[in-house]
């Protein structure tokens, strides 16, 4: 009984941690771009990004988007109706980034802000859930592979 409770209390405690990382690409997507401009002290990050030679803005996009569908894989249990799950944070992710630039659009165009819709940052988005996605499929692999040994012995 008691580990049946411990174990949902970290299913909940994984579903507020999504819900808070949904919240927050949703208010850094939609709020006004001039107050975001400003680089955050990550400098290992930024360090990162400029090796790559990628744009710091399209790294930012997929660097989010990585850490919402690992939250979003986290939050649900291992198979949703027999897929596996980091297929289904992977496909709510990228719902939600083409959700997010339609908004932007939307914002401009009400005049709450001045942001923009951008098929780049939309890919760019998806490729951060990507990866992230194929992380947990080999971590949910690796798991069960562990889980098969333990059983033999």
């Not at 409770?5 to 970290?10: A, P």
């Not at 919240?23 to 990550?42: I, K, M, N, P």
Request: aromatic share 12%.
């Amino acid at each position: 009984m008691k580990r049946e409770r411990l174990e949902k209390g970290w299913l909940w405690a994984r579903r507020g941690l999504a819900l808070a990382v949904l919240g927050t690409v949703t208010w850094l997507s939609l709020a006004d771009g001039e107050s975001l401009r400003t680089e955050v002290e990550a400098p290992w990050f930024w360090g990162l990004v400029r090796a790559l030679g990628v744009p710091a803005d399209k790294a930012a996009h997929a660097a989010m988007y990585f850490g919402l569908c690992g939250t979003l894989w986290m939050a649900l249990p291992g198979r949703v109706r027999g897929v596996p799950s980091p297929w289904w944070a992977f496909g709510a992710a990228v719902a939600w980034g083409a959700l997010m630039e339609c908004g932007q659009w939307a914002v401009t165009a009400l005049g709450w802000a001045c942001r923009s819709f951008d098929l780049r940052d939309m890919a760019a988005n998806a490729c951060g859930a990507a990866v992230a996605a194929a992380v947990c499929g080999a971590l949910m692999m690796a798991w069960a592979l562990a889980r098969r040994r333990w059983a033999r012995r």
